[in-house]
Nanobody, 117 residues
Framework: QVQLVESGGGLVQFGGSLRLSCAAS????????MGWYCQAPGKQRELVAYITSGGSTNYADSVKGRFTISRDNAKNTVYLQMNSLKPEDTAVYYC???????????WGQGTQVTVSS
């Protein structure tokens, strides 16, 4: 059973930084896309960034130049370096992976990021 364990969320001041991590376990299959989504209160979950198995990345316009996504394929882990954080970045951040062999997306439990002004 695939499990995603996230860490690194917390409370940070405006302009600060956080690094989120998400480790996937329970699968021997290759993971293609790994990404991060966020959901603020009263809003829909939306894409923050994703990275393919080949290293190609895509970012939401709101985080370009501030956030960096990376992955360690040997550890089945994806990271999100978040710099220059703003209060509007406050949300629950969810890790997501896609495993082609099972044709399924898997989600982490979410980690809270709160940015104070």
């Amino acid at each position: 059973q695939v499990q995603l364990v996230e860490s690194g969320g917390g409370l940070v001041q405006f302009g600060g930084s956080l690094r989120l991590s998400c480790a996937a376990s329970g699968t021997t299959f290759s993971i293609s896309r790994m990404g991060w989504y966020c959901q603020a209160p009263g809003k829909q979950r939306e894409l923050v960034a994703y990275i393919t198995s080949g290293g190609s990345t895509n970012y939401a316009d709101s985080v370009k130049g501030r956030f960096t996504i990376s992955r360690d394929n040997a550890k089945n882990t994806v990271y999100l370096q978040m710099n220059s954080l703003k209060p509007e970045d406050t949300a629950v951040y969810y890790c997501n992976i896609y495993v082609p062999a099972t044709s399924r997306n898997y989600w982490g439990q979410g980690t809270q990021v709160t940015v104070s002004s």
